[in-house]
């Protein structure tokens, strides 16, 4: 079975620390996703990437980067954490690029305070 | 732009009853994939069921099956024989060529005893 694991479940941070979530994928797929999940609003996506060190970005990747020096791990990075990134980030992903299924992580849900 | 709208936000079910759960998406693209996903609470989001859309026959995963309308653009999932453990957010997505997942903005089922 693909396993996606996330750093942390729930993380509290203040406003204007620099934030690191994690994502570890034991698939050897090459493609990764970051999202955020907001209630009404469904899942949208941050940024992915294809491959090592390649990243694109996604519907809503304003005050977010991302870093990918591994083909199994897939950092998002909150330079500076505001109220609005309070949220719930899902790390996904998938072998194929352009027709397979993603596989979700379980999670992290932060606070931005 | 493509769009997946989910008009049910809420839905409920008696256990061994049968749901349908609603999802239209607009696209002028000919050939795509359909996904709907489950998201217990407090768990990892999987996937349910896929469909592709040059394929005429409807997807089926034991209980759960589609009707794919693709003429009306429309996909909705059908729960049959619904079981407590099938509460969850239920989100449908969309995703062409690109590469890139569009969700909707979920339907919360919840299955009583």
């Known amino acids: 079975d693909v396993k996606v694991t996330q750093s942390s479940r729930y993380l509290v941070k203040r406003t204007g620390e620099k934030v690191f979530l994690e994502c570890v994928q034991d698939?050897?797929?090459?493609?990764m996703f970051w999202y955020r999940q907001d209630p009404g609003l469904g899942l949208r996506l941050i940024y992915f990437s294809y491959d090592v060190k390649m990243k694109e970005k996604g519907d809503i990747p304003e005050g977010y980067s991302v870093s990918r020096e591994k083909k199994e791990r897939f950092s998002l990075i909150l330079e500076s954490a505001s109220t609005n990134q309070t949220s719930m980030y899902l790390c996904?992903?998938?072998?194929?690029?352009?027709?397979?299924?993603?596989?979700f992580g379980p999670g992290t849900r932060l606070t931005v305070l | 732009a493509q769009t997946v709208t989910q008009s049910q936000p809420e839905m409920s079910v008696q256990e061994a009853e049968t749901v349908t759960l609603s999802c239209t998406y607009d696209t002028s693209e000919n050939n795509y994939y359909l996904f709907w996903y489950k998201q217990p609470p407090s768990r990892q989001m999987i996937l349910v069921i896929r469909?592709?859309?040059?394929?005429?026959q409807n997807a089926t995963e034991n209980r759960f099956s589609v009707n794919f309308q693709k003429a009306a653009k429309s996909f909705s999932l059908k729960i049959s024989d619904s079981q407590l453990g099938d509460t969850a957010m239920y989100f449908c997505a969309f995703m062409k060529d690109t590469d890139k997942l569009i969700f909707g903005t979920g339907t919360r089922l919840q299955v009583f005893p």
């Open positions: 698939m050897d797929h090459e493609n």
């Open positions: 469909q592709e859309a040059y394929k005429q």
């Open positions: 996904a992903s998938s072998f194929d690029r352009y027709t397979d299924t993603q596989y």
